[in-house]
């Protein structure tokens, strides 16, 4: 499993994020968790639209642009539903009201920090 740090407007956060970076981890993406606790997300790229059916979790769903910049927050996304953005180029899927502590709304800019270095992914 690879990890990153997420980061927001360029400010490293606490919370760990897996990545789907290749078709199989995407296909699978949360289905067989029963919690997000650490890590407390999935990053799914490319993707611009997820679907929650099969899912035991309520999620938060963030849509980001290629660049980085949040485009839509879809907070508390229960099982059995679906979420869409039109340009989005990634999809950070966050444990349930994270969105909100962490302040996330359109217009501000996320990235990941692969864990243990500091390149920006």
Do not use: N, Y
Not at 41 to 48: I, K, M, R, T, V
Request: some cysteine.
């Amino acid at each position: 499993m690879t990890l990153a740090r997420l980061r927001l407007d360029g400010q490293p956060t606490t919370e760990e994020i897996r990545l789907a970076d290749r078709w199989w981890r995407r296909a699978v993406g949360l289905l067989a968790t029963t919690q997000l606790e650490r890590p407390s997300g999935l990053w799914l790229a490319p993707c611009a639209a997820i679907h929650t059916l099969g899912m035991r979790l309520t999620i938060d769903i963030v849509f980001v642009g290629r660049d980085g910049v949040v485009l839509k927050v879809v907070p508390r996304l229960r099982p059995g539903r679906m979420a869409s953005c039109r340009g989005a180029h990634a999809v950070l899927e966050l444990r349930e009201g994270l969105a909100q502590t962490l302040g996330l709304h359109p217009g501000r800019h996320v990235s990941l920090q692969a864990a243990g270095a500091f390149k920006e992914l």
